[in-house]
């Protein structure tokens, strides 16, 4: 299948958002180099009087807007992006429920790439979704450059997977949170319609299942993707 451009995807995302100066959020681990006042090390700063926070790229589950904020609630969406040479890919052994999750894998090939969504996280919320996320035990974090769709490459922190099994596939209801958050955040068809072809198997804690699809109104379920 012939890949869509992304460039084409964010040219005429409905998702564009004014996000302000990139030098407003900090980093994933901001360090303040001598002498450099409150410019850190990755050339962005904290604004007097602005609580302190973070870009994160979400490419995969977090990319759900109600997935994200029930886990930290004073999250906020700023953009859509995508990320060069690097493709979705579901093989992240998670070591809770022994299931497959995403990680955006860096493949170096120029026709690959990511899409994803731009969030702005607190500094004070970032430990709750690191323990959720398990930083540390399969992701560490990996600073990236995401274009956006006003031509712009931020800076920001992602959760890149170290432990893999491609032999692993996900539980239905992670992957309808991934796919959730490609369709509110009007990616391509065909990118979506990967998520959708994904294998996925069926979780035997049924009351888990019903629990990480609670916090959605069933007319935004995908119709057959997590029964």
């Not at 955006?104 to 323990?131: F, N, Q």
Request: charged residues 25%; glycine residues 8%.
């Amino acid at each position: 299948m012939e890949r869509a451009s992304p460039v084409r995807f964010m040219s005429h995302s409905s998702r564009k958002r004014r996000y302000g100066s990139a030098g407003s959020y900090r980093i994933f681990q901001f360090h303040v180099l001598p002498g450099a006042g409150n410019r850190g090390s990755f050339g962005h700063c904290t604004s007097s009087g602005e609580v302190p926070s973070m870009l994160c790229f979400a490419y995969g589950s977090n990319m759900s807007i109600r997935r994200l904020q029930a886990r930290v609630p004073e999250s906020r969406f700023l953009t859509v992006g995508w990320l060069h040479r690097h493709r979705l890919v579901f093989h992240k052994r998670s070591r809770e429920d022994h299931s497959a999750k995403c990680d955006a894998l860096h493949t170096g090939d120029p026709g690959d790439w990511v899409l994803g969504v731009v969030y702005d996280i607190p500094d004070r919320e970032k430990p709750i979704l690191d323990r959720i996320e398990g930083l540390g035990n399969g992701y560490e974090e990996a600073l990236i450059r995401p274009r956006t769709p006003e031509g712009d490459s931020l800076e920001a922190g992602m959760y890149a997977a170290t432990d893999v099994d491609a032999s692993l596939t996900p539980y239905s209801w992670y992957r309808a949170h991934v796919l959730i958050g490609a369709r509110e955040n009007a990616f391509p068809a065909d990118y979506v319609d990967r998520i959708l072809r994904t294998p996925a198997q069926h979780d035997p804690d049924f009351a888990r299942h019903q629990n990480e699809l609670a916090i959605y109104p069933e007319d935004v379920l995908p119709h057959g993707a997590v029964t």
